[in-house]
């Protein structure tokens, strides 16, 4: 009986270490209020990921590599402009993703695949993605790790990291690549609707539970990776979407420890 289930262990490995790398990425996200740059970049991703579909390549390679263009795209739009970063990155969105399905209208017949890139699909992770996965979200850890007090200072401080003498325009530029990169690798399982919700809403639930920082960097990923299994178990056990399954019970413990929260205060 178990071993029907074994071709669900890779996708449930990549989505659980993806769980732990954006219940940490998020926290950044909601101090630096990037969520609709990780939205925009997942629409974006569209085109990137319709020409790999045309041209029969990797969709999640050619999707990184596109997402390293769209970051770099409105990182340099933003300071060379003075419009808005909100903006920009809706310029983006919108254009790039227009593009994206007119690119797929040039192949005939019904498109599941255009569905999947929205919503997602488990079964479409192949054992080269699988991989592709692992080895960039490894990457991303590492620069986590590695910048992780100066992200923290430039995202909470920025004058403080400017007097220090920090390039503050590289460590954002850094932390824009990573974000693109890392919002990719999950969009086959997840789909570019529903990315962000993973980005966000574990730090956000985190933050009712938390009384400081060092708290919130142990809860966010606790309570992404309780979200991962609890929707995994509700998508196998009652027959729904894997995708929405997760969003939905994440969600859950939003409103849950809102509400207990709100209860406590008063």
């Not at 020409?51 to 050619?62: G, M």
């Not at 986590?144 to 100066?150: E, H, T, Y």
């Amino acid at each position: 009986m178990i071993e029907n289930y074994y071709f669900l262990l890779k996708p449930f490995i990549a989505v659980l270490v993806l769980s732990f790398l954006y219940s940490i990425l998020g926290i950044f996200v909601i101090l630096k209020k990037l969520s609709f740059f990780s939205d925009g970049i997942a629409h974006a991703s569209i085109f990137s990921l319709a020409l790999a579909y045309f041209l029969n390549l990797d969709l999640v390679l050619l999707g990184i590599i596109g997402a390293i263009f769209f970051s770099s795209l409105i990182f340099f739009l933003e300071r060379k402009t003075k419009l808005h970063a909100d903006a920009l990155i809706g310029l983006i969105f919108v254009t790039f993703l227009s593009l994206g399905i007119i690119l797929m209208s040039f192949k005939r017949g019904y498109q599941p695949e255009l569905l999947n890139f929205f919503i997602g699909n488990i079964l479409t992770l192949s054992s080269f993605d699988f991989y592709l996965i692992l080895f960039f979200s490894l990457v991303i850890f590492l620069v986590l790790i590695k910048f992780f007090q100066i992200f923290i200072l430039v995202f909470l401080d920025r004058t403080e990291a400017i007097l220090r003498g920090f390039n503050v325009n590289l460590y954002e530029f850094i932390f824009y690549l990573i974000l693109a990169i890392a919002t990719i690798l999950g969009i086959k399982i997840t789909g570019v609707v529903l990315i962000t919700a993973l980005l966000i809403l574990p730090p956000m639930s985190a933050s009712f539970i938390s009384k400081n920082f060092k708290e919130l960097l142990v809860f966010s990923p606790l309570l992404g990776c309780l979200n991962i299994i609890s929707g995994f178990l509700l998508s196998f056990g009652f027959n729904l979407p894997l995708s929405a399954s997760i969003i939905a019970f994440s969600a859950s413990v939003f409103f849950l420890l809102f509400f207990f929260n709100l209860f406590k205060t008063k």
